[in-house]
C-alpha cells in the first residue's frame, strides 16, 4: 500500500572561523577521506559518501555562488 520514502540524514556545520563547511550526508564510520574536486570527501569502508567538506567556504561561496554538489557523489551517498 502507497509509497515508502527514505529520507537521508543531512545536517550543514558551519564554522566561519576556520571558513569551512561540513555536509553529513549519512551516517556511518568514516574510513577514508578523500579529495574529490575541490572537496574533501568521507567514505564508508564500502565506498558510500558520507560527507563532504568545504574548506575555504567564503573563496568557494564568492567563485559559485552556491554550495553545488556533484550529483555523482549524492549518488553515491544513497548507495546501499
Do not use: C, W
Not at 31 to 44: A, L, M
Request: glycine share 8%; no cysteine; net charge positive.
Amino acid at each position: 500500500h502507497g509509497q515508502h520514502l527514505q529520507m537521508n540524514l543531512l545536517e550543514i556545520r558551519i564554522d566561519e572561523q576556520a571558513n569551512a563547511a561540513y555536509i553529513r550526508l549519512a551516517s556511518g564510520k568514516v574510513h577514508e577521506t578523500r579529495t574529490v574536486g575541490e572537496f574533501q570527501v568521507d567514505y564508508s569502508r564500502s565506498g558510500k559518501v558520507l560527507g563532504i567538506e568545504i574548506l575555504g567556504l567564503r573563496q568557494y561561496l564568492e567563485k559559485h555562488g552556491s554550495i553545488k554538489i556533484p550529483p555523482r557523489l549524492l549518488q553515491q551517498a544513497n548507495a546501499a
